[in-house]
């Protein structure tokens, strides 16, 4: 069984200025499978949790994960039950501060209960959903071969109905969702590396680009820009669920965290990219959202926090520690064991030496030597070398 990090995407120290309750989301576990078993619920409504407790254990096909809050909280809102299949990108619960912080209204289906007012025909202890309850009636179902505890919802419903009747073509079944389909947001030079990183993976289907400062209609690298993003909404109702951050943030990471906080809001999941000639290692970790482009090393047992960009022909060596929202710029080599604090831009051809430590929000100068620690939001001037 594997973990996944629960990220709350907040803005790191003095950038969070919002304060609001956090949205936990299903995430994308393989990506030739949309939806997930939520096989245990191991949280409730009201709980206070704390950083590394699990959430809930997913299944697929291939694969069982954990999902793991990645800071502490109270569980608000809770949407899903144990034992039902749920698609990435779906919204599990909120982490707030507080236990009485009233959540946005759901707009998930009533559940209908045997023994309800609002339907008493149905067999004992079989718990669904309106929609589904329309949709087996629908089908004539007979309602005694739904499970029993489960609950009950749409697609399970659907699931029921082609696994007991007979086909009479092999036309493959439609859906709106497409595992593969993916989108970049920002449409600048970032973007565009980016933009033949995908296409060089082969193994996503790019849609387009949605920047707000470009006209719908232009074209980047051949593809078109979709709108601003208000076309967030439109593209998830389109059955897209996969996102690319191309929005760089050089002198005010800020920019960059906020792309990924509308990104979640909206629903949308940001996968971790490797360009196909970069090199990493087996033992090393990358969170989602981190980007390697060509080039690049990652080194033995490094962890690359969320967000994080290594970039061309950069070097990360063996036990490296990047926090979140990290930039290493074009061939930056970071030596073993350096721990890169959140939100760090490290500059072009920057070398930092052995087992050094560079706090949160610091900037490392182009062709700059770092032999000693770095304090939180410190600079160092390029071509220099520190300490002086």
Known sequence: MSTILCKPLKEWYNWDVSGEPIPILIPLININEPEAL????????????????????????????ELVAETSGYIVGLRLSQGTSVPAGELLCYLSATSDWIPPKSTASATIESGS??????????????????LARQHSINLDQLPIGPLVTESAVRAHTQATSIRTD?????????????????????????????????????????????????????????????????LYAAGVRLAINAVGGIGDVGVRIKVFQRLAQAGFVCPAVVHPIA??????????????????????????????????????????????????????????????????????????NLRVKVGAG?????????????????IVRAGTIWPA
């Open 170 to 234: 092999f036309n493959a079944p439609q859906s709106a969702f497409d595992p593969s389909a993916i989108l970049i947001y920002g449409g600048g030079g970032h973007g565009k590396s980016l933009i033949d990183l995908v296409r060089m993976l082969g193994s996503y289907h790019l849609l387009g680009v949605v920047d707000d400062g470009l006209s719908k209609g232009e074209t980047i690298l051949g593809l078109p820009v979709l709108g601003g993003g208000e076309a967030l909404a439109d």
């Open 279 to 352: 090199h990493l290692e087996a033992s090393a970790s990358l969170s989602p959202g981190v980007q390697v482009f060509a080039h690049a090393y990652v080194g033995s047992d490094a962890r690359l926090g969320y967000g994080t960009i290594v970039n061309t022909g950069a070097i990360i060596s063996h036990d490296c520690q990047l926090g979140d929202y990290v930039n290493i710029a074009p061939g930056a080599i970071l030596a073993g064991e350096v721990n890169i604090e959140a939100g760090v831009l490290v500059g072009m051809g920057a070398t930092v």
């Open 117 to 134: 007012q609002a339907d008493s025909t149905l067999p004992e202890g079989l718990r669904i959903t309106q929609p589904a309850l329309a």
């Open 362 to 378: 610091a900037r490392i100068g182009n062709g700059a030597t770092v032999k000693s620690d770095v304090p939180e939001k410190g």
């Open 38 to 65: 939520l096989a245990d619920l191991a949280v409730q409504e009201g709980q206070l949790i704390t950083a590394g407790d699990v959430l809930c254990t997913l299944e697929t096909t291939k694969s069982t994960q």
